[in-house]
C-alpha cells in the first residue's frame, strides 16, 4: 500500500511540476521553502537535548484554529520544543509572527526517506495535526518511531466524504494507527468511523476556532480609523474569490447612491489576484485607493483595496457591515468567526459547505444573514438603514461565538492523557 501511495505521489508531483514551475516564475508560488518541502531540515529548527510536539496545520485558518493550543502545549509543556509545519506561503507567515520562525517550518512531500529526516532531527513524542490530512508516510514513520499521533478540530466536508468512502478499505488501516481523533461535531465524529476510525479513539471535542482570541491591532487600523472620521458606513468584504469582485462593485454602486462617503475595503482572498483585482476596480471607475500606496488621506466614496495579508481579521473591527467571500460563488465559503469577534453584522453567500456547521449555528441564532447575489445590494442597504436591526444582528453574532468556547480545553486535557500514557501502544496498520 505504501508503495503505491509513494509512486502516485511520485506521478502527482512530476505532472504538476510544469504548472508549479510556472507558477513560481510568474507569482513566486512554491518556492519559499522548497528545500524544506524537499526533506532538508532547517537549521533553525535543529536543536539538541529535548524531545518535541510536532502541530501540523495546513494554511491561515488552521494555524488560527491550533493558536491558543500550540501557547498552552508551550506553557504545560516546557521541556517540549513546539514546533509548527504548514503547507501554505501565508500560512508560514502567519505562524511565524505567532510563533517565532525559528518554531516553523515548511511540511516535506510526504515521502518516506524525507519525512524521516525530520523525524531524526526534531524526535517528537506526539505530532497533531490540525482538521483531516492523513498523510501515509508520516502516519507509518510516526508508528515506526514510537511518536504518539492526534488529528484534532476534525471534520469531513460534503464534498469528501464520498472519496472517503470509496477508500475505506485501505484508509481504515491508516486510521487504526492513530490514536486520537477530536471531531468538531457529532456529525464529523459520526464520519470519521463511517471511513474507518476506531471509534473508541474518536471524540467530539468542538472547534478549536472559536477559542481563538480577537488579534490585536496593527497601525493600520487606527490609521484607517482617523481616516474615515468623516466617512462612511464602511463595508468590509473580506476573503473574496474570483467571480465575486463584481457582484460587489454592483451592490457598491447601489449603496453609494444612498450614502455617497460609503468606504469598501475590500480583500481578496489568496495575494496572487491582487493586481488582477487592481485592474478590475480600475476599469469600474470607481474610485479606489491601494493599501500598499495608500498614505493616510481620509477616504470616502470609494474602495480601499487591502493588497496585503494578514490585517484582514483586524480590519473587521472596523466594518459596520461585514461580507465573508468564497460564498457568492460555489467556493465553500469562509469563516466568519473573525467578524462575529468584533460583534459585526455578517453577510454570506449561498456556498457554506466548508463551514456548514459553523454558518448553520449562527443562522439559527439569527446571527448571520445569507444572501444570494441578486439580493446582495438589497440586503446591505436595509441593513444600513436600520441601525437597531444590524446592531443587533452584530451583538447576536457575538454572543453566538462566547457560546460555544471550551474546545481547547477539551482538547488539552485528551492530548495530556496521550503524553501521560507513555510509550505509544502498538496499533496494527
Known amino acids: 500500500m505504501y508503495l503505491l501511495y509513494s509512486a502516485l505521489l511520485a506521478a502527482a508531483l512530476l505532472l504538476g511540476s510544469p504548472y508549479w514551475i510556472f507558477e513560481m516564475l510568474r507569482h513566486g508560488k512554491y518556492r519559499r521553502g522548497l528545500s524544506e518541502r524537499l526533506g532538508i531540515v532547517p537549521q533553525r529548527i535543529r536543536f539538541e537535548g529535548t524531545r518535541s510536539i510536532w502541530v501540523h496545520a495546513v494554511s491561515v485558518g488552521e494555524v488560527l484554529a491550533v493558536s491558543e493550543l500550540v501557547l498552552r502545549l508551550r506553557a504545560e509543556y516546557p521541556e517540549h520544543r513546539i514546533l509548527v509545519s504548514t503547507t501554505t506561503d501565508t500560512g508560514q507567515k502567519l505562524a511565524a509572527a505567532r510563533f517565532g520562525a525559528e518554531n516553523v517550518f515548511y511540511f516535506p512531500f510526504d ?18 495535526v490540525a482538521e483531516t490530512e492523513f498523510w501515509l508516510n508520516l502516519l507509518r514513520v510516526a508508528r515506526e518511531s514510537d511518536a504518539h499521533v492526534a488529528i484534532v478540530n476534525a471534520r469531513i466536508s460534503d464534498r469528501s466524504l464520498p472519496g472517503y468512502r470509496r477508500w475505506r478499505p485501505l484508509l481504515s488501516r491508516v486510521l487504526s494507527s492513530i490514536d486520537l481523533f477530536l471531531a468538531q461535531t457529532p456529525e464529523d465524529a459520526r464520519r470519521l468511523a463511517e471511513i474507518g476510525a476506531p471509534k473508541d479513539r474518536v471524540f467530539v471535542g468542538g472547534n478549536l476556532k472559536f477559542d481563538v482570541p480577537a488579534s490585536s491591532s496593527p ?40 450614502h455617497p462617503s460609503a468606504v469598501m475595503l475590500l480583500a481578496p482572498r489568496h495575494p496572487e489576484r491582487f493586481p488582477q483585482v487592481a485592474d478590475q476596480l480600475q476599469q469600474s471607475k470607481l474610485k479606489f485607493w491601494k493599501r500598499s500606496t495608500w498614505t493616510g488621506e481620509p477616504l470616502s466614496g470609494g ?87 444590524r446592531r443587533a444582528l452584530g ?35
Open 219 to 258: 497601525k493600520i487600523v487606527s490609521q484607517l480609523r482617523s481616516a474615515l472620521e468623516s466617512s462612511g458606513p464602511v463595508l468590509v468584504c473580506g476573503s473574496t474569490v474570483e467571480g465575486e469582485e463584481s457582484l460587489l462593485l454592483e451592490a457598491f454602486r447601489t449603496v453609494l447612491a444612498e
Open 303 to 389: 474602495l480601499l483595496l487591502i493588497d496585503s495579508i494578514g490585517e484582514l481579521a483586524s480590519l473587521y473591527s472596523l466594518a459596520d457591515v461585514a461580507f465573508v467571500g468564497g460564498s457568492l460563488v460555489p467556493r465553500g465559503g469562509h469563516s466568519i468567526l473573525e467578524p462575529a469577534q468584533h460583534g459585526v453584522p455578517i453577510l454570506v453567500g449561498p456556498h457554506t459547505e466548508n463551514f456548514r456547521d459553523i454558518v448553520e449555528l449562527f443562522r439559527s441564532q439569527d446571527a448571520v444573514r445569507i444572501v444570494h447575489p441578486s439580493d446582495l445590494d438589497h440586503v446591505m442597504v436595509g441593513l444600513l438603514k436600520n441601525d437597531a436591526d
Open 395 to 429: 451583538r447576536r453574532a457575538f454572543e453566538t461565538l462566547q457560546s460555544q468556547r471550551g474546545a481547547t480545553q477539551f482538547t488539552m486535557e485528551k492530548l495530556r492523557t496521550l503524553l501521560k500514557s507513555g510509550v505509544r501502544e502498538a496499533h496494527p496498520a
Open 111 to 128: 515521502f518516506k526517506f524525507w519525512v524521516t529526516r525530520y523525524f531524526r532531527a526534531l524526535r517528537p513524542e506526539l505530532i497533531v
